[in-house]
C-alpha cells in the first residue's frame, strides 16, 4: 500500500518562505519521479515543479528562480523550498509520484497540502 505525508503547509505572509516536505512509502521511491502540483479553488490541478529519479528538475514557469525541488532517497522524501511567496501561489500543494514503464505507468498522489499566502 503507498502512502504519503505530506507536511509544511500553512499560512505565511507575502515574500516569506515554506519548505513542504513530502515522505512516501510502499513503492522503490528512487525509482518513481517526483513532483509538486497545486490547486487553486475553481482552477485546475497544475504542475510546480518536478524531479526525475535521476534528479533532474523542471519548473513552471511563474516559479522559476523562486521554488526548488529536491529528494532525499534515503528517507523516501521530496522537499519544495518555496522562498519570494506571493498571494497568487495560495493553493492545495499535492506531492505526486510516478514511474512510467513500456505498458503501465504508475501514478500516485498525496493527500494535499494547503499553502495560503496572505497578509
Known amino acids: 500500500q503507498v502512502q504519503f505525508v505530506e507536511s509544511g503547509g500553512g499560512l505565511v505572509q507575502p515574500g516569506g518562505s515554506l519548505r513542504l516536505s513530502c515522505v512516501v512509502s510502499?513503492?522503490?521511491?528512487?525509482?518513481?519521479?517526483m513532483g509538486w502540483y497545486r490547486q487553486a479553488p475553481g482552477k485546475e490541478r497544475e504542475l510546480v515543479a518536478g524531479?526525475?529519479?535521476?534528479?533532474?528538475?523542471n519548473y513552471a514557469s511563474y516559479v522559476k528562480g523562486r521554488f526548488i525541488i529536491s529528494r532525499d532517497n534515503a528517507k523516501n522524501t521530496v522537499y519544495l523550498q518555496m522562498n519570494s511567496l506571493k498571494p497568487e501561489d495560495t493553493a492545495v500543494y499535492y506531492c505526486?509520484?510516478?514511474?512510467?514503464?513500456?505498458?503501465?505507468?504508475?501514478?500516485?498522489w498525496g493527500q494535499g497540502t494547503q499553502v495560503t499566502v496572505s497578509s
Open positions: 505526486n509520484a510516478e514511474r512510467k514503464l513500456i505498458f503501465t505507468t504508475y501514478t500516485y
Open positions: 510502499g513503492i522503490t521511491f528512487s525509482a518513481f519521479a
Open positions: 524531479i526525475t529519479s535521476g534528479g533532474s528538475t
